[in-house]
């Protein structure tokens, strides 16, 4: 059974600083990972979406890395403002099934 | 419209009611799905159509749990006999296909509430 862990639970830091927010898992057979956004009371933003044979994706002032190998992804967040503060989850799906399998996310708060 | 319409936002239903939660995904969109967000956790799984095909439901949590979408398009999850610890947040997604480069777009939920 696939299990995800995102570390930190929760993160709190000045705007414009660069921070990692790290997820891992725990079967390497993976089609994808995927990282959102979710903000309170909301549903889910996509945020960028890495498939299995790639090592990264980049969008704006984010960067998300792969390692399958070591069952292992982080998402990079550079000179970050507070309206990035929300959490962000990271999501795997298997190759076994259809489901996404989530982790329990990181509370990023961005103070001005 | 632009994006996985849910309705109702809110629901407050008594406990034994019955509840129905409607998901409108993405014109043209053939795959579905259904998860459950209990407070301060990540959704968890529930089910998966394929156009009108319920392909998984491996993650309905019990039988008083049922989902359907009958014409490929609007899904509805229905929970028989409500409980507290039915109360969540329901997540309706939708995907064009379902393949290792396309992305889940996800509505903004309904709060079930059991009182």
């Known amino acids: 059974k696939q299990e995800v862990t995102q570390i930190p639970a929760a993160l709190s830091v000045p705007e414009g600083e660069n921070l990692v927010l790290n997820c891992s898992f725990t079967d390497s057979a993976i089609y994808n990972l995927q990282w959102f956004r979710q903000d309170p009371g909301k549903g889910l933003t996509s945020l960028l979406l890495i498939q299995s044979s790639q090592r990264e994706q980049t969008s704006g002032r984010l960067n998300a890395s792969l390692d399958k190998s070591s069952g292992r992804s982080t998402l990079y967040i550079a000179a970050s403002q507070p309206g990035d503060s929300a959490t962000y989850l990271c999501a795997v799906r298997t190759t076994s099934g259809s489901r996404l399998t989530f982790g329990e996310g990181t509370q990023l708060t961005v103070n001005p | 419209g632009a994006g996985v319409s849910q309705s109702p936002r809110y629901k407050v239903a008594k406990r034994g009611q019955d509840v129905a939660l409607r998901c409108d995904p993405i014109s043209g969109h053939v795959s579905l799905f259904w998860y459950q967000q209990a407070l301060g956790q990540g959704p968890e799984f529930l089910t998966y159509?394929?156009?009108?095909?319920?392909?998984?439901k491996s993650g309905l949590p019990s039988d008083r749990f049922f989902a359907e979408r009958p014409e490929g398009s609007v899904s509805t999850l229905k929970i028989q006999r409500t409980q507290q610890e039915d109360s969540a947040v329901y997540l309706c997604?939708?995907?064009?296909?379902?393949?290792?480069?396309?992305?889940?777009?996800f509505g903004q939920g309904t709060r079930l509430t059991v009182v």
């Open positions: 997604a939708s995907s064009l296909v379902w393949g290792a480069r396309t992305e889940a777009f």
């Open positions: 159509f394929q156009n009108e095909a319920q392909l998984d």
